[in-house]
């Protein structure tokens, strides 16, 4: 009985601590897992949050919470987030983590049911992208300065071709292998480029 006492106080503790970190972030109708995960039966909108409001340019660095499923959008633009993990798996509606400091989109959703915006980060690799998304993927538009792996993401006809081609391995940071990376445009009819700006062939 001890030990299950002690069980019961570390959860209603997490419980606790996750209540008070949804209502600082102004989320509703949600529920807490057992595993300690987040759903969301709505919206959830973490751009520029900061708990204190007299500090008008503090920014996440972090997703302050694990998701599980939201059924609405989820936001958290315009931060200085590194890293997706804490992300819903599952998202109802858009996903938008644009303008952060994201090198990958490691920890991001597995289902975006409608479209998915990556734009204005760092991002040299599209790992982790979602595998399935019911709108348009967007890690960049004509400025191709804001992602340096949409030079590389464009050279494909769509979001499909693109993640089928990760399947050879060619991405290594800001180096490609070159050779798996021809055999990938080859499979498609496109021309291996002389040199992609950003990146190194190996």
Same mark, same amino acid.
């Given at each position: 009985? %001890?030990?299950?006492? !002690? @069980?019961?106080?570390? &959860?209603?503790?997490? @419980? ?5 970190? #949804? /209502? ?6 949600? $529920? ?15 751009? /520029? ?6 500090? %008008?340019?503090? *920014? ?5 919470? %694990? ?6 959008? @989820?936001? #958290? ?17 858009? @996903?938008? #983590?644009?303008?952060?400091?994201? $090198?990958?989109?490691?920890?991001? =959703?597995?289902?975006?049911? /409608?479209?998915?915006?990556? &734009? ?5 690799? !599209?790992?982790?992208? =979602? ?7 967007? #890690? ?5 300065? $804001?992602?340096?792996?949409? /030079?590389?993401? *464009? ?22 292998? *070159? ?20 990146? *190194?062939?190996i």
């Open positions: 009985m %001890k030990h299950i006492s !002690l @069980f019961e106080d570390f &959860q209603d503790k997490k @419980f606790n601590e996750i209540d008070s970190i #949804c /209502r600082k972030l102004g989320i509703r109708n949600y $529920t807490v897992n057992v595993d300690g995960t987040v759903d969301v039966n709505g919206d959830v909108s973490l751009n /520029r949050w900061h708990p204190d409001t007299s500090i %008008k340019e503090e *920014k996440l660095t972090k997703i302050p919470l %694990k998701f599980g499923k939201v059924t609405g959008y @989820f936001s #958290c633009s315009s931060n200085d987030i590194t890293t997706l993990e804490g992300s819903p798996t599952h998202v109802g509606d858009y @996903f938008n #983590c644009s303008a952060n400091k994201l $090198t990958s989109l490691e920890g991001g =959703p597995k289902f975006v049911g /409608r479209d998915f915006y990556c &734009q204005y980060n760092n991002l040299v690799t !599209l790992d982790g992208a =979602p595998r399935e998304i019911g709108g348009y993927f967007c #890690c960049g538009f004509f400025d191709t300065e $804001t992602n340096p792996i949409y /030079r590389v993401y *464009k050279l494909f006809p769509d979001h499909k071709a693109y993640l089928d081609s990760l399947d050879y391995g060619y991405l290594r940071g800001t180096n490609i292998v *070159k050779s798996r990376f021809g055999e990938a445009l080859d499979e498609l009819g496109i021309e291996l480029p002389e040199s992609i700006p950003g990146y *190194k062939y």
